[in-house]
């Protein structure tokens, strides 16, 4: 028996979608992909790292009690510091939670089309994972869908909002409905919130204090630090956290790292120009995909600065259609339930919206997008 044999099944079973920007060669004019924000860093991050303000790399992190007082404030205290746990980013954040509630045998409710890495790492680590399908081509995700799915036999329920890869964002009723529904069972509701800087604060489901909810927060998208690969967690049961801080990775997150997101975290007209382009780019953009006509745009909020978007007919191939005009996008067949005729759209950056519109037009007017 060699070591392939003794591989967990799971991994070596499973097949593991690659960004397309792993693999993409060709030129790039407009780049759509992965989801940073195109306002880049903020400025106070820039300043920092311009001023030579940052913590000597050669030790471990310190405490990250500041850390977690300085998130803790930036909310008004709508969580505590002790109810925060840091870690590398949601991904990363998503596998310790994995090794925390799942076991071989344990079940994990969620949708799809869905980013894949939440469910990939909850099978990693033993679970089954049960998707509900979302309707083409809306893709309207009702969370009291995932609510009546419930047979009881769930460690986790999975949520992502907002929803990657539509954008979508369910209301914070439906939300708590969900919550008190997993309170019931003695299931763990995960609300992946990795694009919730994009939206008011007031919108976050960081504002419903269920102890059987899990927020997950990102800098990666809204606040521009995608680099740095920096999260949290706010986890509201005490036991569920002891739990937690056990199988998290001691030193997850860099002193640099804090540095720079605390910094990020004052910037408040930072955040606030992101949601403003971010509004003002889409609405653009999705104008522009609805004019040519042969596309269609599922269910999605107009801050979040994605949208799925699939052809009306035909399954030609969307992502190298857009792709031999130097658009690059996440092609459909990266995300759960999804094929190659969608693409996940990251919306451009404000100064490439005139070529974004022209290199959309050239695509689709070349014969190759179906009309109905």
């Known amino acids: 028996m060699n070591w392939k044999a003794r591989m967990p ?3 070596r079973n499973m097949e593991f979608a690659e960004y397309a920007t792993s693999r993409e060669e060709r030129p790039v004019l407009v780049d759509c992909a992965l989801g940073t924000n195109p306002l880049g860093s903020p400025d106070r991050v820039r300043e920092l790292i311009r001023t030579g303000r940052l913590p000597d790399p050669g030790g471990y992190p310190g405490d990250d009690l500041p850390f977690r007082k300085a998130l803790s404030d930036s909310w008004k205290g709508v969580f505590s510091p002790d109810e925060v746990i840091i870690g590398t980013g949601s991904i990363g954040l998503i596998i310790s939670l994995a090794r925390t509630f799942c076991t071989t045998g344990a079940a994990v409710l969620g949708v799809t089309p869905q980013f894949p890495d939440g469910p990939m790492h909850f099978q990693l680590a033993g679970a089954s994972y049960r998707q509900i ?52 069972y003695g299931s763990i509701l995960i609300v992946d919130e990795a694009y919730g800087d994009f939206l008011p604060s007031g919108e976050s489901a960081l504002n419903l204090a269920s102890p059987s909810m899990v927020v997950l927060r990102s800098f990666s998208k809204g606040r521009g630090l995608a680099g740095i690969r920096t999260g949290y967690c706010v986890v509201r049961d005490e036991e569920a956290r002891r739990f937690l801080r056990k199988v998290a990775p001691p030193f997850s997150v860099s002193a ?38 042969g596309v269609s745009v599922a269910r999605t909020h107009p801050e979040v600065p994605i949208l799925l978007a699939s052809l009306v007919s035909g399954r030609e191939n969307l992502y190298e259609v857009l792709m031999e005009q ?27 919206l005139e070529i974004f519109g022209a ?13 109905m």
């Open 256 to 293: 640099i790292a804090m540095d720079m997101a605390t910094a990020a975290l004052l910037d408040m007209d930072y955040a606030r120009r992101s949601r403003e382009m971010a509004r003002e780019v889409k609405a653009r953009v999705i104008d522009t995909i609805e004019r040519t006509g």
């Open 359 to 371: 290199l959309w037009r050239k695509a689709t007017e070349k014969g190759k997008v179906s009309r």
């Open 133 to 184: 399908s979302l309707t083409p081509p809306g893709y309207g995700l009702e969370v009291s869908r995932i609510a009546e799915a419930m047979i009881g036999d769930e460690s986790i329920i999975y949520v992502d909002r907002p929803h990657n890869p539509t954008g979508q964002v369910p209301g914070l009723d439906e939300m708590a409905l969900l919550a008190e529904e997993c309170r019931k």
């Open 9 to 11: 099944a799971p991994v």
């Open 326 to 352: 130097g658009i690059r996008t996440e092609p459909g067949t990266c995300f759960t339930g999804l094929g190659p005729e969608s693409v996940r759209l990251r919306i451009p950056a404000p100064e490439q």
